[in-house]
């Protein structure tokens, strides 16, 4: 069951009956049906495994979803990441500017390079890199910028845009939460060079695991066709070093089936993102900002809890659970923090994204959630007091 009507019917029955029992609701849950199991039972039986002919389909029709002449499939996010690179040409003794406040492979995939990650700091409404702060940190040594479209919500693409076609940068979208996520009428994974996609089991399509590379230039296709076949220019002649960053069959056809439901998943997304803002009221949380010309996907709802809030974000985690509310924190350390870095970080060089770290909570947003749930879910939260 989806978003259904008679919300307010639903908070006034959560309002009198206090206590009663509920299912435990999690932070996320892959949706999988009928469609998906026929597919991969398809595949299984086909005897083709491996990279084939569901993989070209899959790419061909994800290619399309994001209006861009190629995507090239992966085996997971981070090696869309690694790929995309490499075929930009990062490499040792070059500079990559990435968000300080994202998931972990945005700049771990830069180290895999032999480049170094350079953290920019975010807005602490959006949750966004600042285009002001990309502009602060380039050096002669940049080659490249990675936004990220984070839990869903674009970056400001055009004022990024604008500083990389200045400074002659290379420009890679991290789209790994946001499937179908909009800017200015057109889908993100078409404005950069190059964009990162991820099929993780909790994103809003799903592969299990899995990703995609989608770019709008032959030559970076075909170099990204090298880098994930073990630098293969044809069969056991390696031009390149490249790696095992191959999809399966298997992977796809979960992927193709997904892609059928994508809006049908990002709607729901938004509706539910809709309602919880319209009717968490409770002081001292912070919910999510949309801005004009962007359509987000919610990847994930996320909520701060601020001094403002009568509970630590700890105790407001305990006591979501004891109420069977599943919660999560993306993420509980910046990036510029992150030990691998071995950064100095005196005076923080990005304090939007620290305050963060202490302050962001993922509550439920998925498109399984009906719409007792959702009231049970802001009911309970409103209680706090």
Known sequence: MLLT???????????????????????????????????????????????????????????????????????????????????????????????????????????????????????????????????????????????????????????????????????????AQAHGAVLNKKTVGSFGDLACFSFYATKNMITGEGGMVTTGDKGLADRLRLVINHGQSEKYLHTCLGYNYRMTDISAAIGLAQLKRIGEFNESRRKNAAFLSSHIRAKGLVTPAEFPGTKPVFHQYVIRVTKDFPMSRATFMDYLKENNIGSAIHYPVPLHRQPVFNLKNEPDPCPVSTRLAGEVLSLPVH???????????????????
């Open 5 to 175: 009507n008679g919300y307010a019917f639903c908070i006034s029955i959560c309002t009198i009956v206090r206590g009663f029992t509920v299912d435990f609701i999690p932070v996320a849950r892959p949706v999988l049906g009928y469609e998906e199991i026929s597919a991969v039972t398809a595949v299984l039986e086909s005897g083709m495994l491996a990279s084939g002919s569901r993989v070209a389909e899959f790419e061909k029709q994800f290619a399309g979803f994001c209006g861009v002449s190629h995507a090239v499939a992966v085996n997971n996010g981070t090696a869309a990441l690694h790929a995309a690179l490499l075929a930009a040409g990062v490499g040792p003794g070059d500079e990559v500017i990435v968000p300080a406040f994202t998931f972990y492979a945005t700049a771990s995939s830069v180290l895999m390079c032999g480049a170094t990650p350079v953290f920019a700091d975010v807005d602490d409404r959006s949750f966004v890199v600042v285009p002001g702060e990309i502009e602060k940190r380039i050096t002669p040594r940049t080659k490249a910028v990675i936004g990220v479209h984070l839990f869903g919500l674009p970056f400001d693409v055009p004022a990024v845009q604008e500083i990389c076609q200045r400074k002659n940068l290379v420009l890679i979208e991290d789209a």
């Open 367 to 385: 498109p399984s959630l009906t719409g007792e749930q959702l009231a049970y879910i802001c009911e309970t939260i409103n209680r706090v007091k």
